[in-house]
């Protein structure tokens, strides 16, 4: 039996949390599915799997094993599909990380055209504003709002999210609105901190070419996009934001821009890949997929 083998019978023993289970699934005697998960933990010199009458589980090495094998034989059999005419379409599961209201409000509901299109292709979406470690996560792609970081990983620059400067109406009424920057003395903002450093961005904002940039005073501190926003609808204090996250709200009349001419410089919007000489095909056609949609709704 090669390694392969073992890798699907080890993911369908997971998957089945039953080694009986796992050998009728793949038409196996279940000594041949316990002989190849004991070869496997030997030859890796580590548990995989808990053992109990009633359950198998994995342990956390197991856990980690089991996403990379997943990977590993879902790259093994596209590649193999090259040579096989009738398995042209792309196929296997990708897992893709993306910024909380991208996620949410952009690729989610685009996602069942994507689906459709490649009905071989499994997907899952974390939708987070913490930056995940794609290789010790085991994530596919990821994408990136802002500057990057070196890290060694392939970057696909995607465009730039216009950003503005917004507040309520009912924050105008009480503070007024400031036309330049010189006016943001006397002015609080909704402090945003970085959930992955902690760091409060101070105000920004491009001048003559230059990018400029003063902390602010504010009494209300958050860590997410969502609160941020939130925040800002209750008239808490001024933000800067993608254009097209308080899209809705400025249309409506329940945000509104102010100092168009002092915006901060547009974000970076990226797609991140771990380090591989050749992309899987299943994620060519879903990092083109995404460029597209990105481009017509938000940039």
């Known amino acids: ?31 041949t599915v ?29 856990a980690a094993f089991h996403e990379r094998c997943l990977r590993l034989v879902a790259d093994v059999e596209e590649t193999e599909s090259l040579f096989r005419r009738a398995a042209a379409r792309p ?19 685009a996602l ?28 596919d792609c990821a994408l990136r709002v802002g500057a990057l970081d070196s890290s060694g990983l392939i970057a696909r620059r995607i465009g730039e999210l216009p950003l503005i400067n917004v507040a309520s109406p009912s924050y105008f009424k009480r503070y007024g609105a400031p036309r330049t920057p010189a006016d943001l003395a006397g002015h ?8 992955s450093t902690g760091r409060v961005e101070d105000w920004e904002w491009v001048e003559s070419g230059v990018l400029r940039t003063t902390p602010m005073r504010g009494r209300v501190g958050v860590n997410s996009a969502e609160a941020y926003i939130a925040c800002c609808l209750a008239g808490l204090g001024l933000i800067q934001i993608p254009a097209y996250d308080v899209r809705g709200h400025v249309e409506a009349g329940a945000l509104r821009e102010t100092m ?8 970076p ?4 890949y771990p380090h591989r000489r050749h992309l899987s095909r299943r994620l060519q056609v879903f990092a083109d997929w995404l460029e597209d949609l990105l481009r017509r709704e938000i940039l």
């Not at 196929?91 to 509901?109: H, M, N, W």
């Not at 979406?125 to 470690?133: E, F, H, I, N, S």
């Not at 919007?269 to 991140?272: F, N, S, V, Y």
């Open 188 to 195: 609080v903002a909704v402090r945003y901190a970085s959930p």
């Open 91 to 109: 196929s296997g599961r990708l897992r893709v990380d993306a910024p909380g209201r991208i996620g949410r409000l952009v690729i989610a509901p």
């Open 112 to 139: 069942p055209s994507f689906l459709d299109a490649y009905p071989e292709i499994d997907l899952e979406l974390g939708v987070t504003d913490r930056a995940v470690d794609l290789i010790e996560d085991g994530v």
């Open 269 to 272: 919007l990226t797609l991140l």
């Open 34 to 62: 316990s002989a190849a998960i004991l070869d496997l933990e030997t030859r890796l010199g580590a548990r995989l799997l808990h053992r109990t009458t009633r359950k198998v589980a994995p342990t956390l090495d197991g």
């Open 260 to 267: 168009p001419e002092f915006r901060a410089a547009p974000a």
């Open 1 to 31: 039996m090669d390694r392969i083998d073992q890798f699907r019978i080890f993911i369908r023993v997971v998957d089945c949390a039953s080694f009986t289970r796992a050998a009728a699934a793949l038409g196996l005697p279940r000594s």
